[in-house]
């Protein structure tokens, strides 16, 4: 009953995107922070951010909605592509170096124990030895 209320309610209205759970998840923080730290505007701006996505995902103006997830999201994806990166990187660490080609900067990822190997660049095709 309930489940179906919510559901005519929302028809027509924009939804959570990942902004909006951007904005949510930095509220969650904010407030813990305000609470460790005892800082009253700390609070204030997490509640700031909170009010800002429930209106969001209640706004019946779905372009404008939309744009700003996009522009959000044109931010957004490197700084997650650069994080994914690392983690991956992380956790190749212990089977495998990274080495950077000398003429274009590609980095380049080589499997651990294999002595000196002769390393050829699929980007430019420099070629240069290593110890792994």
């Not at 609070?43 to 706004?59: E, G, K, W």
């Not at 372009?63 to 991956?88: Q, S």
């Not at 590609?106 to 499997?111: A, C, E, F, H």
């Amino acid at each position: 009953m309930l489940r179906n209320w919510f559901r005519n309610f929302m028809i027509g209205r924009y939804g959570p995107d990942q902004l909006y759970f951007f904005l949510f998840v930095l509220s969650l923080i904010l407030t813990l922070l305000s609470r460790i730290l005892h800082w009253n505007p700390l609070y204030f701006a997490a509640l700031a951010l909170l009010i800002l996505a429930i209106l969001r995902m209640f706004s019946r103006n779905i372009p404008r909605r939309r744009a700003e997830n996009d522009r959000f999201l044109r931010y957004w994806g490197p700084v997650k592509r650069w994080f994914r990166r690392r983690i991956t990187r992380l956790k190749d660490s212990r089977t495998h170096r990274f080495f950077r080609c000398p003429s274009c900067k590609n980095t380049l990822r080589v499997p651990k124990g294999k002595g000196k190997v002769q390393i050829t660049c699929p980007k430019c095709g420099q070629r240069f030895t290593k110890k792994t």
